[in-house]
């Protein structure tokens, strides 16, 4: 049994509509985000990463994580490790 899991049953805010990437970065400071995880795979990194100039953001910090490429409690870990020492740099 895993406790202290807090399940969500959907995305928080979802948009779908042209353009709808170009509002992230005012989508983020509306909820008050100071650091962003950003979870990738490879090759969608590489495809996305033209389009996601909300990274340019100077007010948000961004961190980088290349998942290992399966959903599985070893690669929930390593994530719940990085946002620990995401927590402790201020």
Avoid at 25 to 47: P, Q
Avoid at 48 to 62: M, R, S, Y
Wanted: aromatic share 12%; with cysteine.
């Amino acid at each position: 049994m895993v406790n202290g899991l807090k399940v969500k049953t959907g995305p928080q805010f979802y948009l779908y509509e042209e353009g709808g990437i170009s509002k992230v970065s005012d989508l983020l400071k509306s909820y008050g985000a100071k650091r962003v995880l950003v979870t990738h795979g490879t090759v969608s990194w590489e495809k996305a990463l033209p389009k996601l100039v909300f990274l340019n953001d100077e007010t948000i910090q961004f961190f980088y994580h290349r998942y290992s490429g399966e959903c599985s409690y070893a690669e929930a870990r390593r994530i719940a490790t990085i946002i620990k020492k995401m927590k402790s740099i201020s």
